[in-house]
């Protein structure tokens, strides 16, 4: 494994567009208004929505990699390496949690799990395997936890249900979520939760094959042969994906399925391995200068992606919480009252609501670049 340079642009590039794209379908103006693509499958398949999460997940092992798997095969601490990220996972954690107490401090009934928890447990999860094993140790430590997960899910019977039932509030994962987090699970299901204790299993891979990819970007490889190798496995995973989806588990985003942990890390090389092509690996610099101008927002959305996503949960909680006396006496809540305007545009209610998002997410960028400006950089 060769030096890997401090940051790739594409890295940041790449992880701000997944930002961007995970506040948009976070904050539209309507929920029960969505254009189809900008809301989660309703169970089993997958919409653009479905990607977002994964994609974070790989992006996150890529920089894995090329930081501390990096400061490792450098001789760095690596206790020490792995008490920084235990602490960084623990603090994720934490904001998650906090999130999920506002705006009504509840201990008996806040949701524990969340997506920065799962992100926290990823990362506390894969720091061991990155430091300390080879790139042949982790795939078979993909291998093994993905039919691990299988077998979970489709051979243990469930009390009262039987084995292999992959129905809402009915499969293993749902069963131990309630034994250990009945109360503090989320609230529109109150049954199972989609960040839920078994399926971060399969999360847990989604991380450790971006682990896997970083390991290809730190390698002597020319930077065109990587493109090429990640491309030519993305292709791959999306076949292993879709044949799964068929004779093993379906695709399916809240279950976290083998297969749709496959499917989208094919996704993820082929988007990622893109973008790292125009602006890290093109050979042609006019094509990387250019590709760099389109960028340059995601880019700066990346350098502060959790803190955008964090701070923007907040914002949105706040605008449903805060209320605002109307003329007939009633109140409204401060979203609510900021989308009149534009719910009245005459140019339907899934596009209204979609221009709301776009606008929330114009107002986190403006925050973004702010930060990026004065050189403000949340490390957490």
């Not at 389109?294 to 209320?323: D, T």
């Not at 339907?348 to 998002?357: C, E, I, R, W």
């Amino acid at each position: 494994m060769r030096d890997a340079p401090v940051r790739l642009t594409s890295l940041d590039a790449f992880r701000g567009l997944t930002i961007a794209a995970m506040v948009l379908v976070n904050n539209p103006g309507d929920w029960g208004n969505l254009h189809p693509q900008l809301a989660h499958a309703k169970w089993h398949g997958w919409t653009f929505t479905d990607c977002i999460f994964p994609f974070f997940l790989f992006i996150g092992g890529v920089a894995m990699t090329l930081s501390l798997g990096r400061l490792a095969a450098a001789g760095a601490d690596k206790p020490r390496l792995l008490l920084k990220l235990a602490r960084r996972a623990a603090l994720i954690f934490l904001i998650g949690f906090l999130l999920n107490l506002i705006p009504h401090v509840d201990f008996e009934t806040v949701r524990i799990p969340g997506v920065l928890q799962r992100i926290a447990l990823c990362t506390l999860l894969a720091a061991p395997l990155v430091v300390y094993l080879g790139w042949r140790a982790q795939l078979a430590v993909v291998a093994a936890l993905l039919a691990l997960y299988s077998v979970l899910m489709l051979w243990v019977p469930v009390p009262g249900i039987g084995a292999g039932v992959l129905e809402p509030g009915k499969d293993f994962g749902a069963y131990i979520d309630r034994m250990v987090l009945d109360g503090h699970m989320w609230a529109q299901s109150k049954t199972w939760d989609p960040e839920g204790l078994i399926s971060t299993i399969p999360a847990l891979c989604s991380q450790l094959l971006g682990v896997l990819a970083g390991r290809v970007l730190a390698s002597s490889l020319p930077r065109t042969e990587q493109v090429t190798w990640m491309l030519f496995a993305g292709l791959v995973f999306l076949a292993l994906g879709s044949s799964l989806d068929a004779v093993l588990m379906p695709i399916n985003k809240s279950l976290w399925t083998v297969s749709y942990c496959l499917w989208m890390t094919g996704w993820a090389l082929l988007a990622f391995g893109c973008v790292y092509w125009l602006l890290d690996a093109n050979p042609y610099a006019i094509v990387r200068a250019r590709a760099a101008v389109w960028s340059k927002p995601f880019l700066i959305y990346g350098m502060n992606a959790l803190f955008i996503f964090a701070f923007s949960g907040f914002v949105a909680k706040m605008l449903g919480y805060i209320k605002l006396g109307q003329p007939d006496g009633s109140q409204l809540s401060l979203g609510r009252t900021l989308y009149a305007p534009l719910k009245a545009l005459p140019l339907g209610s899934a596009n209204t609501s979609l221009l709301y998002a776009i606008l929330f997410n114009a107002c986190m960028f403006a925050i973004a670049y702010g930060m990026w400006r004065k050189r403000w950089f949340v490390k957490v």
